[in-house]
């Protein structure tokens, strides 16, 4: 093994000595190009504003990452970076993607980013973050190609992006305004993992540039699945085209990567729901074991259109993006420019992984399936055919494989911008119009079926079950042709396209150290296509063989014949004010207040009291748009390499939501408050950054579950913080991040806790000859169990709660060669 690590990152040294492209001479300046990398001391924002500005003088909160910072944090998905910018909540414990993103107590009532918009160089991933089984960093990767990302929190975003009303978070592309590139090979020294980094870009000619690059990688990851769980990569490029008054970009971008879906696992909770203790079951680690396994990759079941198709469980979160679009921006009189930013994607894929619907003895599980008495045995793996060992008082688990084909996430967006700055005495007036359109297309179809499985890690067995005379109620491990632990839920496919179109415009004044800004935008759109679903349980021969098996009996099926139209329309407006003074040219305040709405998607026509089964139009009382309302004040102080930024929040918010998982359905009001800080110092070699975000958050009212009503939201923790200091010579960079939370509440009825955890991160990097790096990071160095979720609302009879934590410790090592 040491010697294949060696070969490769040799090779990976050998690959970046080839020079790509000879040096070229400069040239001339050329038009403004808002989208190119800034230099770091000028902080200038571009994200969710009408006009590009420093950051002491923007009237919202903003945050933003570089390359340097991004490399040095080493994460192991994009989730786990965006844990770096304040005011996030980002739960990084479900692998290279469906991770749930919050931001300032805004809700998480199902998953993914319900409030928060991902966007790639200015326009969204996905048109909502919260798509059932396709949340949208799955379909994102921060590579090389990345310069920087910007988080704009609340403010502005409710009107200079469409289903954004808590922020927005923007990957912003390298353009080739820099002459060069890397290459870097990482392998993990205690984990599986080897990965291949590259970009390049420069200049083609005086008026035209490029950049490139992307990513592979291949390994089992960073928890014991018995096959490599994350494999593929990602290509993007794009080329520029300056001229006299403006330029043209065009960008591309090929994803197909598959990546491990980390669910729940089960583990031992002692004490009480107050003060509890978690532990891992024996022989199934918490944070480094997970419940795939080598003996568990086939998955037989029926399609989207009732016909036998074999899957494979492998492909995990399995993306595929295939994407071209332009950005451009011109002077075209007088002052005015537009701008326009179009793209479109071609998204598909799937989403497939275990999730454990029921844990406990063997036994008691078996007699469930198979009657008092029922015999159990292993289904495969090296005891294939033996008699399960102990059943009354090893654990199992009732598997419900969550198998979702993605069969199209296609979209289309454009943003189109005019603007001019007009001189108003010893101000400037910034004026700004444009317009959106997008259209998101949701094809999906759930082909859900239920396994046993051994409760343990490192490549866990099947299990089979017969009644206590022999007849068999199980094939290979296979329970049923359907969800049966979830009472035989979940079969379902629809397709529907969402059209959103929003005008919007700006208008903001700047004088003497003062500016204050005003915006709005109306939002309409339609959703139309079809839902087919739930099916029936009934007997089908899956496997075609002239016999029914009794696995077969329990087959949920498509209602085809009986589609469920879906056809209604939304409107909505949302607007946003404020104010920023600089008291000082190292000091600022600001103020702003926001109204803004996300649109309902697919989570809203699981509930068959918002949508007519027979119209498709909205029932009475149906809300397909849930507002946000945000208050904000804050300072700004920048001077000598000391930065610090407070900000004070308010936010009320109400929503609609469906959780998959536990089949429920939201109505309700949430509250919070608090306060977000952020400050770095810099002198000489040392720096040092650190962000901190107190919340207080409840529940003000429910509709649904009453009860709930004052209680704190579920996995909202009160305190959330981040410290890194680092060192920087020219020979070296040492550094260390120390992420934290205080503890939160499983679920709504505010019982069991999730106890509060810190992780620790550390890197260093040896420069020992010009444009050579070698680097060691260490991620969660002290191999913390850190749970971010948990489907137990109180400890159960049992003691096993099934619950997520982050993932133990991981080292790899990089090479890294600039030319």
């Not at 409760?455 to 296979?478: C, F």
């Not at 810099?682 to 919340?695: C, E, H, K």
Request: glycine content about 10%.
């Amino acid at each position: 093994m040491l010697k294949g690590r060696t070969l490769f990152l040799a090779t990976t040294a050998l690959l970046a000595a080839t020079p790509v492209f000879a040096q070229q001479t400069p040239a001339p300046a050329a038009a403004p190009d808002p989208a190119a990398e800034p230099p770091a001391s000028d902080d200038i924002i571009v994200t969710a504003v009408a006009r590009g500005q420093n950051r002491l003088d923007s009237s919202v909160s903003v945050s933003s990452l570089n390359s340097d910072a991004i490399v040095n944090a080493a994460p192991r998905s994009t989730a786990e970076l965006f844990r770096s910018l304040p005011g996030i909540r980002s739960e990084s414990s479900g692998g290279e993607g469906n991770a749930n993103i919050a931001v300032r107590g805004l809700p998480v009532a199902s998953g993914g980013a319900k409030f928060l918009q991902l966007q790639e160089d200015g326009l969204p991933i996905l048109e909502y973050g919260d798509i059932a089984f396709a949340n949208a960093d799955i379909f994102l990767r921060a590579d090389f190609n990345v310069a920087r990302i910007e988080a704009v929190r609340g403010g502005s975003a409710s009107t200079f992006a469409s289903n954004s009303p808590g922020g927005v978070i923007n990957l912003i592309s390298k353009t080739g305004e820099q002459e060069g590139g890397s290459i870097q090979g990482t392998v993990g020294l205690d984990y599986g993992e080897y990965r291949l980094d590259a970009d390049y870009g420069g200049k083609l000619s005086d008026t035209l540039r490029f950049n490139v690059g992307g990513f592979y990688r291949v390994g089992e990851g960073p928890r014991r699945a018995g096959y490599d769980g994350n494999k593929g990569g990602q290509i993007r490029g794009n080329i520029t085209k300056t001229f006299d008054r403006g330029f043209f970009r065009l960008n591309v971008k090929y994803l197909d990567d598959r990546a491990i879906a980390y669910l729940p696992s089960p583990v031992r909770v002692t004490g009480s729901d107050s003060n509890p203790t978690y532990r891992s079951l024996p022989g199934l680690s918490a944070n480094t074991d997970t419940i795939h396994s080598i003996y568990f990759t086939r998955a037989v079941t029926l399609d989207g259109a009732n016909n036998r198709e074999v899957d494979d469980i492998r492909d995990g979160m399995h993306p595929v993006v295939k994407a071209i679009g332009f950005e451009t921006e011109f002077e075209v009189a007088d002052g005015w420019k537009v701008s326009d930013k179009f793209r479109y994607s071609d998204i598909s894929g799937r989403f497939i992984s275990p999730f454990p619907a029921s844990v406990d003895t063997a036994q008691n599980l078996a007699n469930a399936i198979g009657g008092p008495g029922a015999i159990l045995s292993y289904a495969n793996g090296p005891n294939a055919g033996q008699a399960y060992a102990n059943p009354t008082t090893s654990n199992a688990i009732g598997v419900v494989l969550f198998n979702t084909k993605l069969n199209s996430l296609n979209n289309i967006t454009n943003d189109l911008r005019v603007n001019r700055r007009f001189n108003a005495g010893d101000g400037t007036v910034d004026f700004s119009a444009g317009f959106y359109k997008s259209r998101q297309t949701i094809n999906v179809d759930w082909t859900w079926s239920s396994y046993l499985l051994d409760a343990k890690g490192d490549n866990a067995a099947l299990l089979n079950v017969r009644t206590a005379t022999g007849l068999s109620r199980t094939d290979n491990g296979l329970v049923a042709y359907g969800a049966s632990f979830f009472g035989n839920c979940c079969r379902r496919s629809y397709n529907v396209d969402y059209d959103t179109n929003a005008p919007f415009a700006s208008i903001g004044y700047t004088g003497s150290g003062f500016n204050v800004d005003a915006s709005v935008r109306y939002d309409t759109g339609s959703a139309r296509g079809f839902v087919i679903g739930d099916g029936p349980v009934t007997s089908f021969d899956v496997d075609g063989n002239g016999t029914i098996s009794y696995p077969e009996t329990q087959t949920t099926i498509l209602p085809l014949n009986s589609p469920q139209p879906v056809n209604y329309n939304f409107h909505y407006a949302s607007y946003s004010f404020g104010a920023n003074y600089r008291l000082a040219s190292d000091l600022s305040v600001f103020a702003r207040y926001s109204r803004g709405g996300r649109t309902n998607a697919d989570r809203f026509l699981f509930n068959a009291n918002n949508v007519s089964a027979t119209s498709g139009q909205l029932q009475p009382g149906a809300r397909p748009v849930d507002f946000v309302r945000q208050a904000e004040a804050g300072v700004k102080y920048s001077h000598a390499g000391l930065n610090l930024y407070g900000t004070g929040f308010w936010a009320k918010t109400a929503e609609q939501n469906f959780e998959a998982t536990s089949q429920r359905f939201f109505d309700r009001t949430y509250r919070a408050y608090g306060v977000e800080l952020e400050g770095n110092y810099r002198i000489d070699g040392f720096s040092l950054a650190a962000s901190g975000t107190y919340t207080k958050a409840k529940i003000i009212s429910d509709n649904v579950t009453p009860a709930v009503i004052g209680n704190r939201p579920r996995r909202q923790a009160e305190f959330v913080y981040k410290v890194t200091p680092q060192y920087t010579t020219g020979l070296f960079t040492l550094g260390a991040s120390a992420i934290g939370t205080t503890s939160s509440y499983t679920q709504d009825t505010n019982q069991l806790k999730l106890p509060g955890f810190t992780q620790v991160n550390a890197f260093l990097s040896v420069r020992p000859v010009e444009r050579v790096q070698v680097s060691i990071n260490a991620n969660n160095l002290f191999n913390t169990k850190g749970f971010t979720e948990a489907e137990e609302a109180s400890i159960p009879t049992n003691g096993i709660v099934r619950a997520r934590s982050i993932n133990g410790r991981t080292i790899s090592a990089a090479l890294k060669l600039d030319f």
